[in-house]
């Protein structure tokens, strides 16, 4: 079982830079994969980012690529996600993922434990 919680969202301009933490808990977090997903008001659930159970391994949406960066430290059992040059239309809810596995998915159908989320609001 995994545990996970989401902080450090907020409103901030267009341009602007907010940092996501998911604190793991209740398993041994250096085995699962972690993902990053977003739901915008009316729109299913996106993929964002993920990182595999080393962090040597990343993938990253092309909406999304060249601005965000995700990142984890194991030893702490914390994933990052450090949104830069953010846009309007990086509104939404921001939810962090986790399964056990050495890949590293981009489906939402593919992650077994899920945080609550935490909303990320940008205005232009």
């Known amino acids: 079982q995994v545990q996970l919680v989401e902080s450090g969202g907020g409103s901030v301009q267009a341009g602007g830079s907010l940092r996501l933490s998911c604190a793991a808990s209740?398993?041994?977090?250096?085995?699962?994969?972690m993902g990053w997903f977003r739901q915008a008001p009316g729109k299913g659930r996106e993929f964002v980012a993920a990182?595999?159970?080393?962090?040597?391994?990343?993938d990253y949406a092309d909406s999304v690529k060249g601005r965000f960066t995700i990142s984890r430290d194991n030893a702490k059992n914390m994933v990052y996600l450090q949104m830069n040059s953010l846009k309007v239309e990086d509104t939404a809810v921001y939810y962090c993922?986790?399964?056990?596995?050495?890949?590293?998915?981009?489906?939402?159908?593919?992650?077994?434990?899920w945080g609550q989320g935490t909303q990320v609001t940008v205005s232009s």
């Open positions: 993922a986790a399964r056990w596995t050495t890949m590293v998915p981009t489906s939402p159908r593919e992650y077994r434990y």
């Open positions: 209740g398993s041994t977090f250096s085995t699962y994969a």
């Open positions: 990182a595999s159970w080393s962090g040597g391994s990343t």
